[in-house]
């Protein structure tokens, strides 16, 4: 099969890779570029594991054709830590126990992402909807709720 | 169409572990060079804090600062041996396995430092902070670090320890048929409040109160997290999740996260939790294990919820709409029951 090249910023860096058409993005970030962040959970849409920031708007990667993205700008986890610092989101997932098996927790943490890059101080309901395409298995989203409420309110903790 | 709230309870004995072929698990814990220490273990950490409750009964067993311990649990082909992660029993069977472990690496460790002091072990303490001195003189100290290097480059010792826990096997008395199946409970009390649709036979949790008694809270914010988040694992096996919903007929079966059904962000109610800290004699620093009672009393104080507000009994899990529906119209419709 022929392949097609692709170019994205990822993480506000320029890549230049090769796909076989119908790649999804998820594929292309975990194989080709080796961004482990997103996780492979159902592979359909269903779980919200894969979730990725694509020119600031939330996606599943899962269900993104690797070649819509060209010239767009791709965020994952991997790239929201500031330098050595956590980003006050992780630093708030981390003070209020928000993860446990840590399989949901990159989808949820880029949920969070793109909730508060465009509502910064989002209500209880809204921090329910953002997430409600994301499944957890542990925490019984209580403690997700209330990290991502505390790092709008900008404490470290609830 | 009406939506009748209903209250309903359940109180659950919980056994720690078990008592098939004994229940072991061991743990090996050693010093480095630079006077920190590794706790080797098989069992896994899957995200329920086991490793940061082990690394805090080692710390605490051998006097050094938390930051000093390092867990590794790696690899099961090289690991000591360990049952499992499972029956709640991590805290209890492992942390009690540390903890002998870390007894024994400790007395190494005060006879070296005896040597390098030149005193009797037995006069020897820990601070807590990574030294050691002579009880009542701490300027008679010596780090820990200056201990290992001692121990390894001078002495010739490893400051090393082994631990298991095995509980014996209870036999069953053929005349009575007694056994002793466990040696620690912990004991919970859950009371769940529902909302259920007469219409569509949809129930919705609207609260839950609970208290759980589980020896001593080694780590408080873990034991809280698993109580949380264990609740809304029974809430699934009561009223969501499947994967024969017309056992043994396969059809309807569900193929993703979208059929089989899983609580989201949007289905969590309050939930207040009581801990109640009864310190487990044979528990590690009176530890018993949170682990699974947290989801067990949640199944049958939604199912008598359920009764409460509409007068039915079911008694297949998950209890589905359709069950409750099917439920509903095979009485006449619904009757909800005194509320107490």
């Not at chain 2, 005349?175 to 919970?188: D, K, L, N, R, V």
């Not at chain 2, 682990?291 to 949640?298: F, I, K, L, S």
Request: overall charge negative; proline content about 7%.
């Amino acid at each position: 099969m022929s392949k097609t090249p692709l170019q994205f910023r990822h993480n506000g860096r320029d890549v230049a890779i090769f796909v076989d058409g119908g790649t999804n993005l998820l594929v292309a970030l975990r194989e080709l570029i080796g961004d482990m962040t997103p996780k492979f959970g159902c592979g359909q849409g269903g779980c919200g594991t894969c979730s990725v920031l694509i020119d600031g708007e939330l996606h599943l990667s899962c269900l993104t054709l690797a070649e819509t993205v060209a010239g767009r700008s791709i965020e994952t986890l991997d790239g929201m830590k500031q330098g050595p610092n956590l980003h006050p989101l992780q630093r708030a997932f981390a003070d209020n126990f928000a993860a446990q098996c840590g399989y949901c927790t990159p989808g949820m943490l880029m949920a969070a992402k793109a909730l508060l890059d465009r509502n910064p101080s989002p209500s209880r309901a809204e921090v329910v909807e953002a997430i409600s395409g994301n499944i957890c298995r542990c925490t019984g989203y209580e403690p997700i709720i209330n990290a991502i409420l505390a790092a709008a309110g900008g404490r470290a903790s609830a | 169409m009406t939506r009748h709230r209903g209250r309903g309870m359940a109180s659950i004995n919980y056994p720690i572990g078990m008592n098939l072929g004994g229940d072991p698990s061991q743990a090996l814990v050693h010093s480095n060079p630079s006077g920190k220490f590794t706790v080797a273990l098989s069992s896994i950490d899957l995200g329920q804090g086991m490793k940061s409750v082990t690394r805090q009964i080692c710390a605490e067993t051998l006097g050094v600062p938390v930051e000093d311990v390092y867990v590794d649990t790696a690899d099961s082909d090289t690991g000591p041996h360990c049952m499992g992660s499972f029956a709640s029993r991590g805290t209890h069977r492992v942390g009690n396995a540390v903890m002998a472990a870390a007894r024994e690496a400790r007395g190494v460790m005060m006879e070296a430092a005896a040597e390098e002091l030149e005193v009797n072990a037995a006069d020897l303490e820990t601070d807590g902070r990574g030294n050691i001195h002579v009880k009542g003189a701490p300027h008679r100290s010596i780090s820990t670090k200056d201990v290992a290097i001692a121990a390894q480059f001078k002495q010739g010792k490893t400051i090393s320890g082994r631990g298991i826990f095995l509980v014996p096997l209870s036999d069953v008395d053929p005349e009575t048929g007694e056994m002793s199946p466990a040696t620690c409970y912990a004991h919970a009390c859950l009371v769940a409040e529902v909302e259920v649709d007469d219409e569509t036979g949809e129930v919705a949790m609207v609260r839950m109160d609970s208290a759980y008694e589980l020896g001593r809270a080694l780590n408080p914010r873990l034991v809280e997290q698993q109580l949380v988040g264990g609740a809304w694992m029974g809430v699934s096996h009561a009223l969501y999740e499947t994967p024969e919903p017309y056992y043994p007929d396969p059809v309807h079966g569900p193929r993703d996260f979208v059929e089989y059904l899983m609580p989201g962000p949007g289905d969590i109610c309050p939930h207040d939790i009581a801990v109640l800290e009864r310190p487990a004699p044979d528990g590690p620093f009176g530890a018993k294990g949170p682990g699974e009672m947290c989801a067990n009393p949640v199944l049958p104080a939604v199912a008598n919820a359920i009764f409460n507000a509409v007068g039915v009994r079911i008694d297949d899990l998950p209890i589905t709409p359709e069950k409750v529906l099917r439920a509903i119209k095979a009485q006449g419709g619904a009757r909800p029951q005194a509320r107490r």
